[in-house]
């Protein structure tokens, strides 16, 4: 593949590492069992047609989503469906203002959602919730895992990274 071009998010999951590549709009996914990494493949749209307003313009950030990941923190559920047998792979697109969810397994596309934020930036995957920190107007949304927003909170100053630690944190 070709060389990363602004690499700005990454995540882990599953033995894969899946990189926000934002200067060549894709994420590229990597088996992190080889030595050194081995490219796997990359997911350049948001659908397999490929029509313009499903491409990938800006990815910044991605967070994923596992099953087991669901199951252990949120024991009380009692399904986990909208993350899929095998876990989703959320991508926040700075250019286009959405958040795209795939499959974790094979980068197919489940469904794009969040549309009118002003320049979502980061994200991150907590107790069956997306978190969605938007540069532009100071605010995090708050998303289901099936896209649905729940609220929105006023942040202090631009988020450039949200990690889940104990809580939510900025």
């Known amino acids: 593949g070709r060389p990363l071009n602004e690499?700005?998010?990454?995540?882990?999951?599953?033995g894969r590492l899946y990189v926000a590549d934002a200067g060549n709009s894709r994420i590229c996914v990597f088996d992190v069992r080889s030595s050194p990494f081995r490219?796997?493949?990359?997911?350049?749209s948001a659908g397999h047609s490929s029509p313009e307003q499903l491409r990938l313009h800006y990815p910044c950030d991605v967070a994923v989503a596992t099953r087991r990941d669901a199951a252990e923190?949120?024991?009380?559920q009692s399904?986990?469906?909208s993350l899929g047998s095998r876990g989703r792979l959320f991508v926040?697109?700075?250019d286009s203002a959405r958040i795209s969810a795939f499959d974790l397994h094979d980068g197919?596309?489940?469904r794009t959602f969040g549309g009118g934020m002003g320049s979502p930036y980061a994200i991150a995957y907590a107790s069956g919730l997306l978190l969605v920190g938007d540069r532009r107007s100071d605010l995090m949304h708050i998303f289901s895992s099936?896209?649905?927003p729940l609220q929105t909170m006023p942040l202090p100053s631009w988020p450039f990274g949200l990690q889940p630690i104990?809580?939510?944190?900025?």
């Not at 490219?39 to 350049?44: G, S």
């Not at 104990?166 to 900025?170: A, F, K, L, N, T």
Request: hydrophobic content about 45%; charged content about 25%; aromatic content about 8%.
């Open 39 to 44: 490219f796997l493949f990359d997911i350049v």
């Open 146 to 148: 099936t896209g649905q």
């Open 108 to 110: 197919r596309r489940i």
């Open 7 to 14: 690499p700005c998010g990454l995540a882990v999951a599953l």
């Open 92 to 94: 926040v697109d700075r």
């Open 166 to 170: 104990g809580g939510w944190r900025v």
């Open 79 to 81: 399904s986990h469906a």
């Open 73 to 76: 923190k949120e024991p009380h």
